[in-house]
Antibody, heavy 123, light 108 residues
Framework: EVQLLQSGGGLVKPGGSLTISCAASGFTFSSYAMTWVRQAPGKGLEWVSGMSRSGGSTYYADSVKGRFTISRDNSKNTLFLQMNSLRAEDTAIYYC????????????????WGQGTLVTVSS | DIQMTQSPSTLSVSVGDRVTITCRASQNIGTWLAWYQQKPGKAPKLLIYKASSLESGVPSSFSGSGSGTEFTLTISSLQPDDVATYYCQQYNSYSRLTFGGGTKVEMK
């Protein structure tokens, strides 16, 4: 059974940093691209970042480029999102998601999602 | 970036109704379109990909159609368990995924 178990959310002050994690099991983690998607309270879904299965290619939404860093440890089956210079508008539930296809580059079809982790940026 | 526009934003329906949700892309995306269902407090769930391919385990009451810039998600006969918010998402480019604003389906 595919499982994506997220951790690391919490309350952080504006300008602060936080790293959230997504521990994968039930599939060959190193064979799939992974994605982060967020959802502000009461709002819709927003793509944040994606990474190829090897980690060689990374992609970011303009809203987070230069502040967030996606990474993965294929030996530990874990995906990370390091968030720096956090702003109030970064407050959201962050989801990690597994790509549908076994391929180096992602397709963007998000087949399985983590349970989400809440990041609140407030003073 | 490719903009995705869904309509309507809210739909009030009865059990057994046929439900149609529309999604428009700001440019041609072929059939690189997925639909997700999200229930309150839960993560989204993939329903349909490549505009009309049903994800494994999804009831056949769900169907998708369209290509280019106009797409539809249809629920042939709404059941209480289908009450949720539905999102379309284009994946024409993995480096720039975008979602529609969502359609909330609620019971009358």
């Amino acid at each position: 059974e595919v499982q994506l178990l997220q951790s690391g959310g919490g309350l952080v002050k504006p300008g602060g940093s936080l790293t959230i994690s997504c521990a994968a099991s039930g599939f060959t983690f190193s064979s799939y691209a992974m994605t982060w998607v967020r959802q502000a309270p009461g709002k819709g879904l927003e793509w944040v970042s994606g990474m190829s299965r090897s980690g060689g290619s990374t992609y970011y939404a303009d809203s987070v480029k230069g502040r967030f860093t996606i990474s993965r440890d294929n030996s530990k089956n874990t995906l990370f999102l390091q968030m720096n210079s956090l702003r109030a508008e970064d407050t959201a539930i962050y989801y990690c998601a597994k790509d549908q296809l076994w391929a180096e580059a992602g397709t963007g079809v998000l087949e399985y999602w983590g349970q989400g982790t809440l990041v609140t940026v407030s003073s | 970036d490719i903009q995705m526009t869904q309509s309507p934003s809210t739909l009030s329906v009865s059990v057994g109704d046929r439900v149609t949700i529309t999604c428009r892309a700001s440019q041609n995306i072929g059939t690189w379109l997925a639909w997700y269902q999200q229930k309150p407090g839960k993560a989204p769930k993939l329903l349909i990909y490549k505009a009309s391919s049903l994800e494994s385990g999804v009831p056949s009451s769900f169907s998708g159609s369209g290509s280019g810039t106009e797409f539809t998600l249809t629920i042939s006969s709404l059941q209480p368990d289908d009450v949720a918010t539905y999102y379309c998402q284009q994946y024409n480019s993995y480096s720039r995924l975008t979602f529609g604003g969502g359609t909330k389906v609620e019971m009358k």
